[in-house]
């Protein structure tokens, strides 16, 4: 199993460009998230999902918007990218709820 | 919602010592609290996790306790190596799986 995966690693984006990082998970998870990850804060949820065609925000979703078509995909779409934005994104995802959440490499992206 | 504290922010320990990461959190309906190690360029990586009926867990080296009375929780990790170097995220979560993370705790093992 590859477990979790992330593309792209590394990203620059100009302010007002979009993009979307992908996630894709190879264990049958019913449950995804995203976080950000700022220096010295943790991690923060962006959104999350709890199974296909089921998402809701999470601590800080402004900015970000996400779609779940199927139990392996999880993508998450940036509009307008601001600098405010320049973070390392993470994606999870779980079995089940109080179970562990395995995270991906993780997609740093800088917004210039 | 859920506020989680995590201290010391780093933590420089000699090889071979333990080294202690506290964490506090605000909701007393809080019952999963695991512990994530993140190395660098890495995504975290679950070590060891605790859940509210349970006081004590250990795992070789390391072990976690609770304390829900005063809504703490701690991290111990005995004979400290130079790989167990990275940062350690604490988490608690009341809800469905919705985690709230504490800011991480650098640990520097020197030789």
């Known amino acids: 199993n590859a477990g979790v995966t992330q593309t792209p690693k590394f990203r620059i984006l100009k302010i007002g460009q979009s993009m979307t990082l992908q996630c894709t998970q190879d264990?049958?998870?019913?449950?995804m998230y995203w976080y950000r990850q700022d220096p010295g804060m943790g991690l923060k949820l962006i959104y999350y999902?709890?199974?296909?065609?089921?998402?809701d925000k999470g601590e800080v979703p402004n900015g970000y918007n996400v779609s779940r078509s199927t139990t392996e995909d999880f993508p998450l779409r940036l509009e307008l990218a601001a600098p405010s934005q320049t973070s390392v994104y993470f994606c999870?995802?779980?079995?089940?709820?109080?179970?562990?959440?395995?995270f991906g490499p993780g997609t740093r992206l800088l917004v210039l | 919602g859920e506020n989680v504290e995590q201290h010391p922010s780093t933590l420089s320990v000699q090889e071979g010592d333990s080294a202690v990461i506290k964490c506090t959190y605000s909701?007393?309906?809080?019952?999963?609290f695991p512990w994530y190690k993140q190395e660098l360029g890495k995504g975290p990586q679950l070590i060891i996790d605790?859940?509210?009926?349970?006081g004590e867990k250990k795992d070789q080296r390391i072990a976690v306790t609770l304390n829900k009375t005063a809504k703490h929780f701690s991290l111990h990790i005995t004979e400290t190596q130079p790989e167990d170097s990275a940062v350690y995220f604490c988490?608690?979560?009341?809800?469905?799986?919705?985690?709230?993370f504490g800011a991480g705790t650098q640990v520097v093992v020197t030789p």
């Open positions: 999870a995802s779980s079995y089940s709820t109080r179970e562990t959440q395995y």
């Open positions: 264990m049958n998870h019913n449950y």
């Open positions: 999902s709890v199974g296909a065609g089921i998402t």
């Open positions: 909701d007393s309906a809080s019952n999963y």
């Open positions: 605790i859940r509210s009926n349970v």
């Open positions: 988490a608690a979560s009341a809800s469905w799986g919705k985690l709230q």
